[in-house]
């Protein structure tokens, strides 16, 4: 089939994988960004990954086992610790949608970087999928990723949304727990978690 014509190349999801890297760039590089920075930069990207996210086209998958996973439990606590420490008082929030809600119908506790690190895994699986090339498990990508977002972290991702939001403009300050001073700027990339991932995927 000519490029043009499948849908795994449409424009809808080569721009789908570009807002996607920015966020999982963002995710990856949380310990470097000061909270309240992180936390304006969602307020852009976010909406945008929704919006993506929402045009990707309905596909039926190819194969009939699952698709290969990336991030490890490892992983999602990397990105889960380091956006927690820079959010710190803003990180936690409390849930009033969906199935955070306890018995009595008040609000569960939940967090900016819970929710941050499950959309960053769902996100971070489809990129490296993607990026095989492989045409059939492109398509299983997209098709998984749609089906996600429409079910799990859609809904995880207007959460962060709208308590980013809520704190954004309550006045307050965040005190967050991470020495964000005395960096070095030309420090190694090859280091940063996204390089090393990268590099294990390649098998460099």
């Known amino acids: 089939m000519d490029k043009n014509q499948d849908p795994v190349y449409s424009h809808n999801v080569i721009e789908f994988v570009a807002v996607a890297n920015e966020y999982c760039k963002y995710a990856e590089h949380a310990s470097e960004i000061k909270g309240e920075e992180m936390l304006k930069i969602m307020q852009r990207i976010l909406p945008l990954l929704y919006l993506k996210a929402s045009l990707l086209p309905s596909l039926e998958p190819v194969f009939e086992d699952g698709n290969e996973k990336f991030v490890t439990e490892s992983d999602w606590q990397g990105i889960h610790d380091n956006i927690g420490r820079i959010m710190g008082n803003a990180d936690d929030f409390s849930a009033e949608m969906g199935d955070k809600l306890d018995d009595s119908g008040i ?17 971070k699986d489809f990129i490296l999928l993607y990026q095989t090339g492989t045409e059939e498990i492109m398509n299983d990508a997209i098709w998984e990723c749609k089906m996600n977002f429409e079910t799990i972290w859609g809904e995880k991702l207007l959460n962060v949304v709208r308590a980013g939001h809520r704190f954004l403009y309550s006045g307050k300050e965040i005190e967050d727990e991470a020495d964000n001073t005395a960096r070095d700027k030309d420090r190694d990339t090859d280091e940063w978690f996204i390089s090393k991932r990268q590099k294990d995927f390649r098998g460099e």
């Open 107 to 123: 609000p569960v506790p939940v967090s900016l970087s819970e929710n941050m690190a499950d959309i960053y895994q769902d996100v």
